[in-house]
């Protein structure tokens, strides 16, 4: 099936650093939502972005809506030990019913940081 | 507290048989979904359901079915277990209409021997 592009795949910080992954895709997509997945649980959502060219922040992350509505970054600053975990990207879009579509996940950016 | 509950949360099966997992989800959450989590991977999209029918699909073969129930449960079956189907099946859920990001569970750790 398909998947977004997403990179980097790993990240080794050291505490405190900021960090920055990106997401792209080769179709556009109505919705870009950031979710942090940890050992043995499901994905929690962290950001939802619902307009080209969209920023929005929640707390130490910042996430943006790509305007050609083919890409988003998400931005961490400051990291602490609590944000290690698996970061993914996922594109919606509105289904044919007027719900919407199944979202479209991309392969993860593991986060560690570093002591 | 996710609100979305899955069981098993592991399950051993053998290639060949067929196998049911539950998925609770919130009051009020009209719509679920399904996905497959391989190991490493993002989670790939099953199928969605809405008041109780098939409103989507991703490119998952007909062995892959599954119900929603009015008490706002659902099942995914998976039939003639194959090895590549081990992974990790995560339900989600949403009050449906435009979303705000579904409401991940757990997951059930699948794996076929």
């Known amino acids: 099936g398909q998947q977004l592009n997403q990179s980097p795949q790993s990240m080794f910080i050291q505490e405190g650093e900021d960090v920055s992954m990106n997401c792209t895709s080769s179709?556009?997509?109505?919705?870009w939502l950031w979710y942090k997945q940890e050992p043995g649980e499901g994905p929690v959502l962290l950001i939802a972005?619902?307009?080209?060219?969209e920023l929005t922040s929640n707390g130490r992350l910042t996430a943006q809506f790509g305007i050609t509505r083919k890409d988003s970054f998400l931005n961490i600053s400051a990291s602490i030990p609590s944000d290690v975990g698996i970061y993914f990207c996922?594109?919606?879009?509105?289904?044919?019913?007027?719900?919407?579509?199944?979202?479209?996940f991309g392969k993860g950016t593991h986060l560690i940081i570093q002591p | 507290e996710t609100g979305v509950t899955q069981s098993p949360t592991h399950l051993i099966k053998t290639r060949g048989q067929q196998v049911t997992l539950r998925c609770s989800s919130q009051?009020?959450?009209?719509?679920v979904s399904w996905y497959q989590q391989a190991l490493g991977q993002g989670p790939q999209f099953i199928f969605q359901?809405?008041?109780?029918?098939?409103?989507g699909r991703g490119n998952f073969p007909p062995r892959f079915s599954g119900l929603q129930f009015p008490n706002y449960s659902s099942e995914l079956n998976v039939n003639a277990l194959e090895l590549d189907d081990s992974a990790l099946y995560l339900c989600?859920?949403?009050?449906?209409?435009?979303?705000?990001?579904?409401?991940f569970g757990s997951g059930t750790r699948l794996t076929v021997v």
């Open positions: 989600a859920s949403s009050s449906g209409g435009r979303l705000y990001g579904y409401t």
């Open positions: 179709s556009i997509f109505n919705t």
């Open positions: 972005l619902y307009k080209a060219g």
């Open positions: 996922a594109g919606q879009n509105e289904g044919s019913g007027g719900g919407a579509d199944g979202l479209t």
């Open positions: 009051s009020g959450h009209n719509t």
């Open positions: 359901y809405y008041r109780e029918e098939e409103n």
